[in-house]
């Protein structure tokens, strides 16, 4: 008797995948998640399991780091743990976990690493569940399902009859070994292995798998598993600040238009649009603040459709903007610089024009002279600066 008694489980963890269609650098097994590996949320899962041999097998180069995650996950059952280097098939990997089995086993798990978030009570009810028939967990399709030749639709299928496999699959030992030599020596290549053990003769029953079972296969997926560890939550809750400046010369033809407001009279400022510098200013603090780029990218000489445009245009659509990308907009704040116009008498009134264009969002308006320094002091422009604050909606 040794200090431990053999497991009559065994689970093989296949990892040693390149993971082309996650395209992220590395072995997929290793990519990392949230601070932790792909890997290290599958050995995390299963050793959160009932006690069972562990084999995992590594990619090929990968097995230092493969090693450094099992001490990190397995505790006291490191005792348990093979690690063998895998083959160029998912097929071969299993192979070459199989050879690595503990003389006891009796029922044999082959895991997915890549379907990193598995509950560990999928990995015992498929463990517990092994008869002489093989398990695996499947989940109900859900979308509606075409039968397809290129572009053209021939036909329905009738989703009911079928169920979408994960992982783990779980078999009695004996016969899988068998299943696997037949199909290595036939040079079949299965999916899964449960069609390899069908393939075999056996018969394989399904239980209920689950929705944190899927496997990351895409950089979408593993966004989604991102999503459900929240390794993103704490950031997108903190508001966000943006700031923007801009300056137009006095000139050209017509009225002044400035902060949402015509001032009759005063001598106009140049530009692409009507010149509103408090506007520009404004729609750049709140693009900066979302992270959207910036107003020439966005209403510049190229989107023709905004020459001429006040300030309600513009602030309507970067507030539509903001909404669309999920921002919330908290407030503005905007300092005017220059002689003229004077700005007091209608603060209230610009500030009323322009909160209206933002949705309602607060807007303040200061304005300032410059001692007679400068551009403005010397009455040949104006220069605006704009704060914004946003916020993530919920
Ligand atoms: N796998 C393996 N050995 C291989 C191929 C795959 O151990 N030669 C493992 C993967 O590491 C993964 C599981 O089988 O945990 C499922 O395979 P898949 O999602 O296809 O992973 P990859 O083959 O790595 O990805 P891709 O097909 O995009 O290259
Ligand atoms: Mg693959």
């Known amino acids: 008797m040794t200090a431990h008694s053999t497991p009559d489980t065994a689970i093989i963890v296949v990892a040693a995948g390149s993971g082309t269609r996650l395209a992220a650098g590395a072995p997929k097994a290793l990519v990392d998640i949230d601070g932790r590996s792909v890997l290290r949320h599958a050995l995390d899962g299963v050793f959160a399991a009932g006690p069972m041999q562990v084999v995992v097998v590594a990619p090929a180069g990968g097995e230092q780091q493969v090693d450094a995650e099992i001490r990190a996950s397995a505790g006291e059952r490191r005792h348990l743990v093979t690690v063998v280097t895998g083959g160029a098939t998912r097929q071969q990997s299993v192979a070459a976990g199989l050879a690595a089995l503990q003389d006891g086993v009796r029922i044999v798990l082959v895991h997915d690493a890549a379907r990193a978030l598995t509950p560990p009570a999928q ?31 021939t036909g329905p299928v009738d ?38 053990f069908a393939a075999a003769g056996g018969a394989v029953r399904r239980i209920d798998g689950s929705e944190r079972a899927f496997k990351i296969t895409t950089p979408a997926d593993l966004e989604r598993a991102r999503m459900l560890l929240g390794a993103r939550s704490a950031a997108p809750m903190l508001p966000r600040i943006g700031v923007g400046t801009d300056v137009h010369a006095f000139g050209g033809e017509g009225d002044l238009w400035l902060a949402g407001l015509e001032w009759p009279g005063e001598q106009p400022l140049s530009g ?25 990218q966005h209403f510049g000489t190229a989107h023709p459709e905004y020459a001429g445009a006040h300030a309600q245009v513009f602030l309507a659509r970067t507030a539509e903007m903001l ?72």
Not at 135 to 149: C, E, G, Q, S, W
Not at 171 to 191: M, N
């Open 123 to 153: 990995i015992d009810a498929v463990a517990a569940a092994v008869t002489d028939a093989g398990v695996i967990p499947a989940l109900p399709v859900v979308d509606t399902l075409k039968r397809v030749d290129g572009d053209e639709i």
């Open 159 to 196: 989703r009911s009859v079928l169920a979408a496999a994960q992982t783990p699959q779980g078999f009695p030992r004996a016969a899988l070994q068998d299943a696997y030599a037949a199909a290595g020596a036939s040079g079949a290549e299965h999916t899964d292995d449960a069609a390899l």
């Open 272 to 296: 692409h649009s009507d010149g509103d510098a408090v506007a520009h200013a404004i729609v750049d603090a709140l693009l900066g603040a979302a992270g959207l780029g910036d107003i020439g």
């Open 323 to 394: 909404a669309e990308a999920g921002f919330a907009i908290g407030n503005v704040s905007v300092q005017i610089k220059g002689n003229r116009p004077r700005f007091s008498g209608r603060r209230a009134e610009a500030e009323q024009v322009l909160s209206a264009a933002l949705g309602g969002a607060s807007v303040s308006v200061a304005a300032t002279t410059t001692d007679g320094l400068g551009f403005t002091g010397r009455g040949e422009g104006i220069a605006v600066t704009a704060v914004a604050l946003i916020h993530p909606l919920g």
